[in-house]
């Protein structure tokens, strides 16, 4: 008999409580947000902020839901140093290769796909149909959103945010605290604290937020 392993949510997204419920080896006891949401089925365990002062079973894990790279590291960090364990999850549909590194606490969402010696940093979020091919490395609390590609050899810093159907051509190195803008073609590499779209992608200002 499998014995399932209990998880909060941080942030409550229906997406993440549908990627959780597709491994039988979970059980959600609860979520953390701001606000109470009315309309779902999970217990509401109170804000952030007091769910952090109070007396917390270090038995159990989480998972960070938002798609913020900065939001999603300041949780991640908030949990962790009080003694819980981060809660990698995998969509039964997403393809990871058996040469892939994941970091703790990666989200990797259906028809996602990280191929042969790529590795993912802590707290990285992939969602719909992002592709990670070969020899490619991202930083923690990264987050790929839908359909986007990276492509062989191509390196991403930790705290970027690589926007829906975008492609990162092969060996870019794109730098931390960035914006890729939906729909960009990244062709060259990009630098740390900036945001940058288009096709070819080209700095547009700082990343100041």
Do not use: W
């Not at 229906?14 to 979520?31: A, N």
């Not at 981060?86 to 028809?111: E, H, M």
């Not at 979020?125 to 990276?150: F, K, M, Q, W």
Request: charged share 15%; glycine share 10%.
């Amino acid at each position: 008999m499998t014995v399932s392993r209990r998880v909060i949510l941080i942030g409550y997204f229906d997406e993440i409580v549908e990627l959780i419920g597709e491994d039988s080896s979970l059980q959600i006891v609860g979520y953390t947000d701001l606000v109470q949401y009315g309309d779902c089925e999970q217990k509401y365990l109170g804000s952030d902020q007091g769910f952090l002062m109070s007396e917390i079973d270090t038995s159990i894990r989480f998972v960070v839901s938002p798609d913020s790279p900065r939001i999603r590291k300041k949780l991640f960090e908030s949990y962790y140093q009080l003694g819980m364990g981060p809660q990698t999850v995998i969509s039964d549909k997403a393809y990871i290769s058996k040469s892939a590194k994941l970091g703790n606490g990666s989200l990797i969402q259906r028809f996602s796909s990280v191929s042969s010696n790529s590795t993912l940093g802590n707290g990285v979020r992939l969602n719909y149909y992002a592709n990670v091919t070969h020899n490619v490395e991202i930083g923690d609390y990264s987050v790929l959103a839908p359909g986007c590609t990276v492509l062989g050899g191509s390196k991403i810093g930790n705290c970027t945010y690589i926007g829906a159907n975008a492609v990162i051509h092969p060996k870019v190195q794109i730098g931390s605290n960035v914006i890729i803008g939906a729909g960009a073609n990244v062709t060259r590499n990009i630098p740390d604290n900036v945001i940058a779209y288009g096709n070819p992608a080209k700095i547009q200002r700082m990343n100041d937020a």
